[in-house]
């Protein structure tokens, strides 16, 4: 596609349910990334791909989060057991091959309330 | 103490005005360096890359790299309201942590009329 598409763009669950975000890459791009932005945290690195592998996701808050990506596009992020501190805009990125080189083209986002 | 350190402001500045935004960082494996604008309820999208020390320019935007004082800044020149927007200086050390970004925490940049 012509950016990165995340759906939903806003979330809110209950404290205690499941949660899966998606992800949709621009096509062609073999890495991708998850951040998490929150209020007074910035953006935090939570896991990247590069394929369907997952050589990072030293991110990863807590064993409640996980993540995949299947045929090398889709990724879903699942967050297990939602807390308040969950909280936060959930973003994508993607990018041809190598971050530091070129850069991520990030999508809007999908913005998580528990309650 | 943040690997990436960025005073969030705000900052509000005339049109026309020249802005600077700058970080400073403590990891000394970080080599690339990047600078990204993010509008309200959108995405950040990257508005400068350079690799290791020196000065890159594109158009009003001139950004610069001081790795002896790890010092990050970026220059705005003729500012306009449209540059209203929250910028993260971000930092990569390349090799095998090429994978993920280190971010400043943002600062909110207001350009009044």
């Known amino acids: 596609g012509a950016g990165v598409s995340q759906s939903p763009s806003n979330k809110v669950t209950e404290k205690g349910k499941d949660v899966e975000l998606r992800c949709d890459p621009i096509s062609g791009h073999t890495a991708l990334y998850w951040y998490r932005q929150s209020l007074g945290q910035g953006l935090e690195f939570l896991i990247y791909?590069?394929?369907?592998?997952?050589?990072?996701k030293s991110g990863l808050p807590s064993d409640r989060f996980s993540a995949e990506r299947t045929g090398g596009s889709v990724s879903t992020l699942t967050i297990q057991r939602t807390q308040q501190e969950d909280s936060a805009v959930y973003l994508c990125?993607?990018?041809?091959?190598?971050?530091?080189?070129?850069?991520?083209?990030f999508g809007s986002g999908t913005r998580l309330t528990v309650v | 103490q943040k690997e990436v350190e960025q005073d969030p402001g705000p900052l509000s500045v005339p049109e026309g005005a020249i802005v600077s935004l700058n970080c400073t960082y403590s990891n000394s494996a970080f080599q690339y360096f990047m600078w990204y604008r993010q509008y309200s309820r959108k995405g950040p999208e990257l508005l400068m890359y350079t690799y290791s020390s020196g000065n890159k320019e594109d158009g009003r935007f001139t950004a610069q790299v001081d790795k002896s004082s790890k010092y990050i800044s970026l220059f705005i020149r003729d500012s306009q309201p449209s540059d209203s927007a929250t910028y993260l200086c971000a930092s990569n050390a390349g090799g095998t942590s090429y994978g993920k970004l280190t971010f400043g925490q943002g600062t909110i940049l207001t350009v009044h009329p």
């Open positions: 791909f590069q394929g369907n592998s997952a050589p990072d």
């Open positions: 990125a993607s990018s041809l091959i190598r971050t530091g080189e070129y850069g991520y083209t």
